[in-house]
Every structure is written in structure tokens, then in C-alpha cells.
């Protein structure tokens, strides 16, 4: 996901949650918004620039970003954590919203607990013959120190899905909070985003 930083918050969680399909799929491909590409890397320049510049004036992050994922790209990321993926194609979208003393606080303070305020993530998801709806609702929380992220929570408080999927989802939430399935990635993709590839994009 363009956007490692917001993807390890938003598309992350919906690639974890949405996410745990186990129905028979065979649909066509969800079309990919045209200004889907544009949007996230909007979002990413204002992060990094944030990140980079850590300027205290100007406003906080704030930004509407979608990604659409194919399935074949679904199953590659799941499949080592042994959770099945049999539904087609995904979107999610979420307004991200970062207060950015909080950003600046979290990078350059010893020890920084940056928690986000509640965030909605709407999922349309294929099934076999219609495209299901999922809402979640998670308020993330990263544990700083040194300008890192050493731990990571997405701190899921609701999920409105289809009652057969809404179970498995939340089996898959409790195990991320409980054992963390995704938590080395997530902090992994904040790390590299934050301290490499934002000044490789945007550092010029």
C-alpha cells in the first residue's frame, strides 16, 4: 500500500479483519476508483511531510484513502498465518485522522504512546453471487521509543458484517490482540516508511 505508515493502521487492520473469509467465491473483480492511486499518495506527501519537516504549526492529518485488493493478493498475505481467504476481491476505505503534535511527540520524545482516536473502516468484500458490506471500528495505539515503533494495537471495538462472517471476524481480532498475527508487520511497515522510505519519496 502506498503509504506504509497509513497502511499499517488502516490497510493492515482490513487485511486482517475483513478479511478472514472462509465462503465459496467466484465473482468479477471489484473496479479499482481512478482516483484511488491519487488519494494515497496525497495522504502520503502530507504525512511525510509532517514526519520530515516536523514543523508544530499547520494542521493535523486528515485524509479519505481507499485501497482495493485483488483476491490473489489477499491470499499471498494471509496464507502464512493459516487463515483461509475464499471470498473474490476487497475495497476498504477510512478517513485517517493523526494529531500531528502527536506524530512529532511519538518521533522525537525517549518513550511516546501515540493513540489514535476512534477510526471507521467501510469494506464492500465479494461473496459468490453479492458484494458484502463490513464496518470496523478500531482506535490504534502505537508504543514509541527513540523515534521506533516497539508495539502496536488496533484496539477493534465493533464489527457490523453478514452475522456467518462476523464470528471468524472477530476470532481474528481477538487473536491480533491477544498474540499479535500481524503485529510484526504492522510495525515493521511503520519503521521502514517513517525512518527510510519517506525521505527517499519526499526528502528531495
Known amino acids: 500500500m502506498s503509504g506504509r505508515?497509513?497502511?499499517?493502521?488502516?490497510?493492515?487492520?482490513?487485511?486482517a479483519f475483513a478479511l478472514a473469509?472462509?465462503?465459496s467465491a467466484s465473482a468479477s473483480a471489484l473496479e479499482t476508483p481512478a482516483d484511488e492511486k491519487t488519494k494515497l499518495k496525497a495522504c502520503e506527501k502530507q504525512i511525510c511531510s509532517i514526519i520530515l519537516k516536523k514543523k508544530t504549526s499547520g494542521g493535523d492529518l486528515s485524509c479519505d484513502i481507499g485501497r482495493t485488493w485483488q483476491k490473489s493478493k489477499i491470499v499471498k498475505g494471509v496464507k502464512e498465518k493459516n487463515?483461509?481467504?475464499?471470498?473474490?476481491?476487497?475495497?476498504?476505505?477510512?478517513?485517517?485522522?493523526?494529531?500531528?503534535?502527536?506524530?512529532?511527540d511519538a518521533l522525537t520524545k525517549p518513550a511516546?504512546?501515540?493513540?489514535?482516536?476512534?477510526?471507521?473502516?467501510?469494506c464492500d468484500v465479494e461473496r459468490t453471487d453479492t458484494v458484502s458490506k463490513i464496518d470496523l471500528e478500531m482506535a490504534p495505539k502505537m508504543s514509541f521509543k527513540d523515534g521506533k515503533v516497539t508495539k502496536a494495537w488496533l484496539n477493534v471495538s465493533n464489527i457490523e458484517a453478514p452475522a456467518i462472517i462476523k464470528g471468524a471476524?472477530?476470532?481474528?481480532?481477538?487473536?491480533?490482540?491477544n498474540v499479535g498475527l500481524f503485529h510484526g508487520e504492522m510495525i515493521s511497515e511503520v519503521n521502514e516508511f517513517i525512518h527510510q522510505k519517506c525521505a527517499k519519496r519526499h526528502g528531495g
Open 83 to 104: 487463515i483461509s481467504w475464499s471470498f473474490g476481491d476487497a475495497r476498504c476505505s477510512v478517513k485517517v485522522n493523526m494529531p500531528r503534535q502527536g506524530i512529532i
Open 112 to 122: 511516546y504512546d501515540l493513540q489514535l482516536a476512534k477510526h471507521k473502516i467501510h
Open 5 to 15: 505508515f497509513l497502511g499499517a493502521i488502516a490497510g493492515r487492520a482490513v487485511v
Open 169 to 177: 471476524l472477530w476470532t481474528v481480532a481477538t487473536l491480533e490482540e
Open 21 to 23: 473469509g472462509f465462503l
